[in-house]
Structure formats: structure tokens, C-alpha cells
């Protein structure tokens, strides 16, 4: 008895609440990117089906539905329906254990945090399992880049989740967001706040980390063989479902979950989690692909050295000073910050143009251009 | 690499590759500021080499090389240009219609493989030492020679509707047999 | 495994690898037009492509020679679709020479006009796809809207937006309208600001360098040896333009650099590109500035019949020296006509520029060499 009412009270809720989350996302991002990248590229993006344009989703959704189900010949039945069901756990999951609110959270529990990290790892599962499903060199390539990749970048953002928790304290995110009530962590800890987007980014496979779907080149990659509505669950509801939960964990963790100005409310979590969304859509526009040698040599060269660092002088000023250990962490986080912003964009640059400027100055051309016009040797 | 652009005249290029091929050309002649060289199908090799080395010459950019069927011979003719001074050299080969075979100069200008792999599927001329003469523009099996004069349509239409003359294609070297996905 | 615990011959059987063959076949989104590469790989390094042509083969050669030189005018602007106008001015060109014609000075003029901002827009496609090659979205949609603009302003002088069938042999078609004037000056006034902008996002994009710079290198002597002209051999440092070697028809006249690169990279194959547009702004302003009065055509009967002969004749198009050889017994229709196109050396050279890198960078060094299938397989 008591087994059905809690079914009733505690479960079914949470679920219908999950799968509304994920479904809100399925419809309202892809649209929002579809506008926002046309207003970038100087267009107006989808704006006639309804007001504004606000139907296109649905539209899009009802077109993929209808379609005709086609599975390959050769490929794995089993696992080929299988693999958007595994990917979908991850958003499912993760929302368990955020807060919406003051009193809200589907499932309290004390070790949040690990249960995060934990059920963040099977979106790999799902992508590797469609890949090897299909029975096509094009999407086995797609799942195998997608696999490195995805691990890779898990440790940054592992390691970044530990510092949150040092710095609370505690696992579990209720007492997260309860021990940002003064700043919120994105502010102690920028460099933080930067490591955990990027890696994200290069979670959730978007641009500049897309390669496992890299239209130009692999045609879709894991996803070519998946068409009608299982493109749609890809796609929309799981693609901008992991977006969705990505910014949800992110906003708990640094910018204060459901905090807000004057009351806590889930609306103030739903305006961080869009804003993230959005500058995931800004990457998109604007950046080109990264090579898959590059993209795993960033990984652990760069982040996973300079996270570890992080976590290490952020436990070190804890220990060193336990009582207000937050500010020596600010101090230390945004001078990182200031030294990136001088020197990064021009060092860079210099490196890798070190060679060209080198021979730029032995053959004494200020520019790439010689010659000129005046011709005509035609005898 | 700015070249120092010399001025040659087409005359002047006419006497030095005179005195360069000696008895290899059979032929110069400069039509319109070209100059055209005419040699024989053995001696090719042997003269596109000593062109593309010279030092004044240095004819190392191969522009095309052409096939024309002239009905009763067959040429090849091999477009140079230079760096070093602008006037182009044509270098014209004869070949005999019914069995035009010439030596390849592939190993001299690699761009020319591409070039001669086309001349063959068009023409059917036979580039003696080439690495890797196959159709490239028609398909892979294709037994007659489009751009002769005398080619006819490959596929002949009965009044019934019915066509014939296609069969399945050679697969390439390289692809597997089965029905494969991608 | 032998004692040691090293793995003995018998046992390498068990790691059993092979060579994947992988087909980039002629519907792909990034192999511009229908190019098919036979790829062979080892995992994701490539051992080597075969580049397999001939998918958009319609006989243009075959064709001419059942055509009058008029009647082949409308055909040829489809070769190399995007760059039309070349094609046609140089197979007037050939005709023209053959028959030992003088076109007026103002035709003159407005072919370098039209030709200078065709030109511009081939430059577009071209730098567009190797953005969309690479992943980035945006300069796509950006170099697309400003193709609109000049081509609004071709069609307002031509009639069509594409396949211009505008040269005639003696001259060009109808005379510029007077609209034309205005509105070119005004472009030409405000697209530098917009070069400037595809720059500023493109090329101190530390992504976009880090998968450019030293990537698909062309020598200078490989280019050479390979038949490549064009913006992918001056990249590599071969300092050859047809329009200031051979100086054809009113470019002597004109005054503008010719950009050389120094490594012959897919960086310096994009910069080239860049520069020549904006050489090309010089030209057209030199060229409008200089108009002169005049008849824009020759009254030529259309059935035109060339005394006996062959020559070459050669201009510099957006990707190369494209050619045409010219064979006439007199008749009313060409013996042999035979085209030379620039991207048919470009893809001959991708067997041995590709091996040895993966598949995305493939993808890429095809993206900067500019391909265009429409003239190479003809």
C-alpha cells in the first residue's frame, strides 16, 4: 500500500517532471538556436510557421514522427533501438538530484555530487553503442572519436566538481547552493566556472568539439543511420537534454542554482540554465571544428594540468586558512584570469605564426603580397 | 620565389631549341609567339627532357597535353610554359591512327599521368611506360573511344523499348565485393 | 606468448589488422561537387586516396564539334560553373585570334569589369566551403549574402545570375546600363569593410590556425611539376599570373599586386584568396574610371567561319589558367576543341599531398585547393 502511494507521491511526479524538463528543451533550444544563428549570420531563421515562428518546433517534430522507420539490414536490432534509450538516462538521472527550489528536490541525496558525475558517464554508453549498431564505417568512426573524447574531457570536469565540494564542504547540493547564499562560486573560482564550460562543451559534443557528428565529414557521424523520430530523439530530446542538465548542474554548482535577487524561485534556475544554452549556441556559430589529435592533446595537456592545479592550490588555501579560505581562492582564481586575458590571445598566435613571422623578416616583406601589375611581356 | 622574367623573343627560343634537340626535332616553327616543335614518337622522351632541364629553357610546367584525331594521323600535343621567360613551347607528336602509341613522359611532369590517362580515354592512344593507364573521365569499363572520329553510341535502342549493350560495372581495385554500407 | 612474454610470430595473427576502405562517394557534404575518394585507412591515417572523376562527365569536347562557334558560346559558361565568364572569355578569345579580330576598347573594358567581379563571387564560394569544411557555420552564410549583391548587379548587366552567355566573338553583349555604374561604385566603396569582416572572424581564429597553418604543403617545384596555377600555386610561391605574364586584353593598362604566398599551406591558399578579392576591387575601379566611349560589339554574322588553324589561348580564372585549344579546318564548326582546366591538375595532386593525414584534415586540404568538378570532368 504505502509502496503505491509513495510510487504515486514521490516517483511518478519527478518522472513526469524530468521528462517535461527534457521535452521543454527538445522544443525550445533548437528553435532559439535556429533564430539566434540566423540573426548572426545576418538572417531571420524559421519565422512563419506561427507567430514568430514558434510552431516550427512542432512542426519539426510532427514531420519526423510520420516518417518511415528504417532500420539497416545488417545492423544489430537490438542494440540500434537500444541506444537512444541508454543515452536518455543520463538527462533523466541527473535530474533527480537537482534543486528547483527551497524545498524541492526529487531525491535528497548526501553524496550528490558523485551520483552527478556518475550517471554523467553514461551518454557515452548511448553514443558508442549507436555507433557500433549501425553497421557503417562512417558512425563507428562517429561513436569511436566520440568514446576518446568523451572520457577525456570527464577528468576536468571531475576534478572541477571536487573543488565545488570543497569548497562547500559537503556532497550534496542542496548544502551547494545553501553555501553560496553570500557569493556565488563562479565568482570565487572563475577559472573553475571557465575549465567546467569548456569541458562541458566538449561533453555534450558540441562545436568546437563536435567531431563524432561532423557533418562535413562524416555525414552525421553515430546518428547517419538513425532517421524518423529516433534522429528527432538524438537529436533534439537527447542532445539538448544533456545541454539542459549540463547547465542545470553547472548553474547549482557556480552560479547559485535557484538563488536569486529578491526569492528563490526555479525560474531564476531556468534563466541560468537558457543563458548557458545560449552561449553554447554562441560557440556554435562562431567556431570551427578542432582536430581530433588537437582536441585530445587540449584535453590532457592543458586542462586536465591546469584543473589539477587548481584543485591543489584550492585545497592548500583550505588548509591553510579554514576559516576564510574563499578569498585567497578569488584572489588566486581571477589573477589566472587576468595573465589568460593579457597574454593568451597574443602568445598564441605568436607561436604559432613564429615560424612565418621569422621568414617574414629575413626576406624583409612586411606582407604577404608582392608584385605588381605592370606586365605585358609578350614579345 | 620572384623570377627574374627574362625577355625572350620567340625567335630567340626557336634558335636555341634548335641547337638543343639538333636532329631530335623535326620541325620548329613560331605560330602566334608559340613555338612548335615537332618530334617523333620515339625521340619524345629524350626531347621534353632535355627541355624541361635546360637552363634556359627549363620548361617545367606541363599545361596539358592534348589528342587530336586529324583523319588520317593522330597527334599528341604537349603544352610548356616556363618560368623563366613567357614564351610557351608546343611540342607536336604524329602517330600513326590505326595503332597511335607514344612513350610516356609521367615520370618527367607527374601532372602529365592525369593528362595521358585522359588522351587514352578519349582517343585510345596506347602511352608506352605509363604506371596506371586506365579511363578517367568515362566509365571504368568503357571499350570504345569517344572523341574519335569514327566512335559511334555505345547503346544501340530496338523499336521494342528494349536497350541493350550495359553490364554491371568493374568494381575498383580496393573495393570489397559484397554490398557494403558505405 | 613465448616465456619472455614477448609476443611471437604466431601470435600476431590475433591483432589482426587491415586496411579499411572507406568511400567518399559523390554525394557527400563536403566533396565539392561529385567527387568520389577512395580512401584506404589505417584506423583514421590515411594511406592513400583515389580520386575516381568522372561523374559529372557530359562531353563538352564531343560536343563542340557538332556545333557552331555561336551555338557553343551557351554552352560553355557551364563548365566551370562558378566561375563562368572565364570560360567564355577564353574560348572568345581563341576565336578571336583565329580569326585575327580587334575587339573594341570599351567590350574590352566591361569583360575585365564583369570578369574582375566574377572573380569576387568564385572567391566567396571558395572561401565559404573551406569554412564549412572546417566547421565554422557563419562565413558560409555571410559570403552568400554578399554574392547577392554582385550578383544582382551581373544580372542587371548580363540577365542571368549565373551562366552569364554574355562575351561574343568581338566583343560583349549589350552595353552596361546606366544603373550599373552607381551601384557598382557604391559596392565597391563598402566591400572592403566586409573583407575585413570575414577576416576578423576567420583569421586570427586560434582554432582556425591551429588546423591550417602547415597542412597540405605544395612546393613551389611541386607545383610546377603537377600543372598547378592559379591562387594554389602562387600560395606556394610561384609568382605566375597570366594576366600580368601574357598581359591579354586591357590589363596592362592596370595597376595591382599579385599575391604570393610563402608556404603553400591551406593558411596561405585561404590569404591568397582574401587578397585577390580585394586586388580585384583595384581593378574594377581602375577599369571603371577608364571606360571610354565606344561600340561594345563587332556585328559579326553568327555563322561564323574561322580560316584554318589551332592555337591556345589561356586566361587566369579564379582557380587557375584555364585554357582552350582551338582546332579549325575552316568549317563552320570547331574540328577539336579542347578545354584545360585548372582543378583537373589541382585533384591530381591530392594522392600526393593527402597520405599521411586523417580524414577531417583530407577534407580540409580538399576544401582549400578549391574544387570544382564542373571542369574537370567536363
Do not use: C, H
Given at each position: 500500500m504505502s509502496s503505491i502511494s509513495d510510487f504515486l507521491t514521490n516517483f511518478l511526479p519527478g518522472f513526469a517532471i524530468a521528462l517535461g524538463v527534457i521535452a521543454a528543451s527538445a522544443v525550445v533550444f533548437p528553435f532559439a538556436m535556429r533564430r539566434l544563428w540566423g540573426f548572426i549570420c545576418d538572417r531571420l531563421g524559421p519565422?512563419?510557421?506561427?507567430?514568430?515562428?514558434l510552431l516550427q518546433p512542432f512542426a519539426d517534430g510532427l514531420k519526423l514522427f510520420i516518417k518511415e522507420d528504417i532500420t539497416p539490414a545488417q545492423a544489430n536490432r537490438l542494440l540500434f533501438l537500444l541506444a537512444p534509450a541508454v543515452a536518455l538516462t543520463t538527462p533523466m538521472l541527473m535530474q533527480m538530484v537537482i534543486p528547483f527550489s527551497e524545498d524541492y528536490t526529487m531525491v535528497d541525496l548526501n553524496i550528490g555530487l558523485i551520483y552527478v558525475v556518475a550517471v554523467g558517464a553514461f551518454s557515452v554508453l548511448g553514443i558508442l553503442i549507436a555507433g557500433w549498431a549501425s553497421n557503417n564505417k562512417y558512425s563507428l568512426v562517429g561513436g569511436l572519436r566520440a568514446a576518446a573524447q568523451m572520457i577525456s574531457y570527464e577528468i576536468p570536469l571531475i576534478l572541477t566538481i571536487i573543488i565545488v565540494a570543497l569548497l562547500t564542504g559537503s556532497l550534496s547540493l542542496n548544502k551547494v547552493v545553501a553555501a553560496q547564499d553570500s557569493v556565488w562560486f563562479a565568482l570565487v573560482q572563475p577559472l573553475g566556472f571557465i575549465i567546467y564550460v569548456i569541458a562541458g562543451v566538449a561533453e555534450l559534443n558540441r562545436t568546437p568539439f563536435d567531431l563524432p557528428e561532423a557533418e562535413s565529414e562524416l555525414v552525421s557521424g553515430y546518428n547517419t543511420e538513425y532517421g524518423g523520430f529516433r534522429y528527432a530523439f538524438f537529436a533534439a530530446l537527447i542532445e539538448w537534454g544533456n545541454v539542459t542538465v549540463w547547465a542545470m548542474a553547472g548553474s547549482t554548482l557556480f552560479l547559485g542554482g535557484w538563488r536569486g535577487p529578491f526569492f528563490g524561485s526555479p525560474f531564476w534556475l531556468a534563466l541560468k540554465v537558457f543563458i548557458m544554452a545560449l552561449v553554447i549556441i554562441w560557440f556554435f556559430t562562431t567556431f570551427p571544428r578542432l582536430q581530433i589529435d588537437q582536441l585530445m592533446s587540449f584535453a590532457w595537456k592543458i586542462l586536465i594540468p591546469l584543473s589539477l592545479l587548481n584543485l591543489a592550490a584550492t585545497g592548500l588555501f583550505i588548509v591553510l586558512w579554514p576559516d576564510n579560505f574563499l578569498l585567497p581562492t578569488a584572489i588566486l582564481s581571477w589573477s589566472c584570469i587576468a595573465l589568460f586575458i593579457l597574454f593568451f590571445p597574443g602568445?598564441?598566435?605568436?607561436?604559432?605564426?613564429?615560424?612565418?613571422?621569422?621568414?617574414?623578416?629575413?626576406?624583409?616583406l612586411t606582407a604577404l603580397i608582392t608584385g605588381t601589375g605592370r606586365g605585358g611581356i609578350r614579345s | 620565389m620572384t623570377a627574374e622574367v627574362l625577355k625572350l623573343t620567340a625567335p630567340e627560343v626557336l634558335e636555341h631549341a634548335r641547337e638543343l634537340l639538333g636532329k631530335l626535332a623535326l620541325d620548329l616553327i613560331i605560330s602566334d609567339w608559340h613555338v612548335v616543335i615537332e618530334v617523333g614518337p620515339e625521340d619524345l622522351p629524350e626531347a621534353a627532357l632535355r627541355l624541361r632541364d635546360d637552363k634556359k629553357l627549363s620548361c617545367k610546367y606541363l599545361s596539358t597535353i592534348i589528342g587530336v584525331d586529324y583523319e588520317e594521323w593522330m597527334e599528341t600535343l604537349y603544352m610548356l610554359r616556363s618560368q623563366d621567360h613567357s614564351v610557351p613551347v608546343r611540342l607536336r607528336v604524329k602517330l600513326n591512327r590505326e595503332q597511335?602509341?607514344?612513350?610516356?613522359?609521367?615520370?618527367i611532369w607527374s601532372g602529365a599521368n592525369w593528362h595521358e590517362r585522359e588522351a587514352y580515354d578519349f582517343f585510345g592512344i596506347q602511352f608506352q611506360g605509363h604506371p596506371d593507364l586506365r579511363h578517367i573521365l568515362t566509365r571504368e569499363d568503357l571499350d570504345s573511344f569517344p572523341l574519335r572520329k569514327d566512335a559511334r553510341p555505345h547503346r544501340k535502342r530496338r523499336r521494342s523499348g528494349q536497350v541493350t549493350g550495359i553490364e554491371e560495372p568493374v568494381r575498383l581495385p580496393g573495393e570489397p565485393d559484397k554490398r557494403e554500407r558505405s | 606468448m613465448s616465456a619472455a612474454g614477448e609476443i611471437t610470430g604466431q601470435d600476431r595473427s590475433i591483432l589482426h589488422l587491415e586496411e579499411m576502405v572507406l568511400n567518399m562517394g559523390p554525394q557527400h557534404p563536403s566533396t565539392h561537387g561529385v567527387l568520389r575518394l577512395v580512401l584506404h585507412l589505417d584506423g583514421e591515417m590515411l594511406i592513400s586516396v583515389d580520386p575516381v572523376l568522372g561523374y559529372l562527365h557530359r562531353g563538352f569536347e564531343k560536343l563542340a564539334e557538332n556545333r557552331t562557334y555561336l551555338q557553343y558560346l551557351a554552352m560553355i559558361?557551364?563548365?566551370?560553373?562558378?566561375?563562368?565568364?572565364?570560360?567564355?572569355?577564353?574560348?572568345?578569345?581563341?576565336?578571336?585570334?583565329l580569326m585575327d579580330i580587334e575587339v573594341p576598347k570599351r567590350a574590352e573594358y566591361i569583360r575585365v569589369i564583369i570578369g574582375e567581379l566574377n572573380r569576387i563571387i568564385s572567391h566567396h564560394v571558395a572561401i565559404g566551403d573551406f569554412m564549412l569544411n572546417l566547421g565554422a557555420v557563419t562565413p558560409f552564410f555571410w559570403v552568400f549574402r554578399d554574392r547577392e549583391d554582385v550578383m544582382d548587379m551581373l544580372e542587371m548587366v548580363t540577365g542571368q545570375r549565373m551562366m552569364y552567355n554574355f562575351m561574343r566573338v568581338g566583343g560583349v553583349r549589350w552595353d552596361l546600363p546606366d544603373a550599373f555604374e552607381t551601384d557598382c561604385r557604391k559596392f565597391?566603396?563598402?566591400f572592403p569593410g566586409r573583407i575585413d569582416e570575414y577576416?576578423?572572424?576567420?583569421?586570427?581564429?586560434?582554432?582556425?590556425l591551429s588546423r591550417t597553418l602547415g597542412m597540405g604543403i605544395i612546393k613551389p617545384y611541386e607545383a610546377l611539376d603537377y600543372g598547378i596555377s592559379g591562387p594554389n600555386a602562387r600560395a606556394a610561391g610561384v609568382d605566375w599570373d597570366l594576366r600580368r605574364e601574357v598581359g591579354y586584353s586591357v590589363y596592362p593598362e592596370f595597376d595591382f599586386d599579385v599575391p604570393l604566398g610563402l608556404h603553400g599551406d591551406c593558411f596561405d591558399r585561404y590569404k591568397c584568396r582574401i587578397e585577390e578579392m580585394r586586388q580585384s576591387v583595384r581593378i574594377v575601379e581602375q577599369a571603371l574610371d577608364s571606360l571610354c566611349g565606344g561600340p561594345v560589339n563587332l556585328k559579326l554574322p553568327p555563322m561564323l567561319r574561322p580560316p584554318a588553324g589551332d592555337l591556345y589561348r589561356a586566361v587566369e580564372s579564379p582557380r587557375g589558367e584555364f585554357g582552350v585549344y582551338l582546332v579549325s579546318r575552316g568549317g563552320l564548326r570547331p574540328w577539336r576543341l579542347k578545354l584545360r582546366d585548372p582543378t583537373f591538375s589541382a585533384i591530381s595532386m591530392i594522392?600526393?599531398?593527402t597520405p599521411g593525414y586523417k580524414i577531417a584534415d583530407v577534407v580540409a586540404i580538399c576544401g582549400s585547393l578549391d574544387l570544382l568538378m564542373g571542369g574537370v570532368d567536363r
Open positions: 519565422n512563419r510557421v506561427g507567430p514568430q515562428g602568445a598564441v598566435k605568436k607561436v604559432l605564426m613564429r615560424k612565418r613571422l621569422k621568414l617574414l623578416a629575413e626576406k624583409k | 597511335p602509341e607514344v612513350p610516356s613522359v609521367a615520370y | 559558361s557551364r563548365l566551370d560553373y562558378l566561375s563562368g565568364i572565364f570560360m567564355e572569355w577564353s574560348y572568345v578569345r581563341s576565336v578571336e585570334a565597391l566603396k563598402e577576416e576578423q572572424l576567420i583569421t586570427e581564429n586560434e582554432i582556425f594522392p600526393k599531398l
